[in-house]
């Protein structure tokens, strides 16, 4: 590698990427060589505010530029052709949540990043909160016992109704190249702690319907219910809450205690106990550098050779599109789903 690590972002109709590319811009050694996408209007974009080369074709762009790793923020479904083309030029790749937008694309991510011998990081905007570390830490240290649930609740109004752009909205409501709904865009969070936090549950139910928005034609609500032998998780995604109340709250479950996530807006961490049963806040320690971005932890772990943070490793986001799989095949037959998925065994 040269003594800067040259990034290309592949797909930008990700409303995410730009919140990454601001803080990409910030991170020391680090350079953004250029953008890959059809939409004109975004690559404009990308060069006004960065002066990088800009691509219509990404095959192009991985060809012909120089980088270490590429960024995938395309939609869920073309990821998986974009990260197969970087690996076979040894290129890292980081790719944002929830992976793809099936199993089948999940596991050809991560078999051409294994016979390449690249990393694959995947990227949820979630896993930089000081709070959320800090609890996974105590709970595997332990803090709270035997964790037998998991519940998180990821909900807005709906992607439009959000602010999301044109771009975004475009493939989030198509079944084809998200995955579906959701259940895809936003169970995809619970499903992965609970992989996280209890491993691979033995059978999954869920559970969606389009309750309030009669303008799409994927869920716009979904709950998934994960168990396990000696305990249950539930992740639910909505598109049509209104209000605040219980957004974005990871609580986690154990024999001897709660650990509650607040949402970014707070930033709390509280602690329930049978001595404290109502939860005091925990005083969270400071991060490591390269724990408090999505740039700072891939080009510190692609150096050195550390492993990414569990939340971020390829096979716990591998288990978490299984998930969702499982729980989109128990919406359309009515049925509990055992895993693992036959079909892909």
Not at 30 to 54: I, S
Not at 82 to 111: N, S, T
Not at 156 to 174: K, T, V
């Amino acid at each position: 590698m040269s003594p800067k690590f040259r990034i290309g972002v592949v797909g930008l109709t990700h409303d995410h990427i730009w919140d990454v590319l601001a803080d990409l811009r910030t991170q020391p050694g680090v350079e953004l060589v250029g953008v890959a996408d059809a939409h004109r209007p975004l690559v404009e974009r990308a060069k006004a505010e960065y002066g990088c080369v800009t691509y219509r074709e990404a095959a192009l762009f991985i060809e012909r530029e120089p980088l270490d790793a590429v960024y995938l923020f395309g939609d869920n479904a073309s990821s998986v052709e974009a990260a197969e083309l970087a690996a076979k030029k040894g290129l890292h790749i980081l790719v944002e949540k929830p992976m793809a937008a099936d199993l089948a694309g999940a596991d050809r991510m991560l078999a051409a990043a294994r016979q390449n011998n690249v990393r694959l990081m995947i990227n949820w905007p979630f896993a930089w909160l000081p709070q959320l570390q800090h609890a996974l830490a105590l709970a595997a240290a332990g803090e709270i016992g035997e964790i037998w649930q998991v519940k998180y609740r990821a909900a807005h109004q709906g992607p439009r109704e959000h602010g999301c752009s044109e771009y975004f909205c475009d493939w989030l409501y198509d079944i084809d190249r998200n995955g579906g709904g959701a259940l895809i865009d936003y169970c995809c969070y619970g499903a992965l702690l609970s992989r996280a936090l209890m491993g691979v549950p033995t059978r999954v139910t869920g559970v969606t319907g389009r309750c309030l928005k009669e303008d799409i034609l994927v869920e716009d609500n979904a709950v998934v219910l994960m168990s396990y032998p000696r305990g249950l998780s539930i992740s639910e995604g909505s598109w049509t809450q209104i209000g605040n109340l219980n957004q974005y709250v990871a609580t986690i479950y154990g024999s001897r205690g709660i650990l509650q996530v607040e949402p970014r807006a707070t930033g709390r961490l509280l602690k329930a106990t049978a001595e404290q049963p109502e939860g005091v806040p925990v005083t969270l320690p400071e991060q490591p550098a390269a724990l408090r971005s999505t740039t700072a932890h891939f080009v510190d772990c692609v150096r050195s050779g550390r492993e990414f943070q569990l939340l971020c490793q390829a096979r716990v986001g591998r288990d978490a599109q299984e998930i969702l799989e499982a729980a989109l095949l128990s919406s359309d037959s009515g049925s509990e789903v055992s895993l693992p998925l036959k079909l892909h065994s």
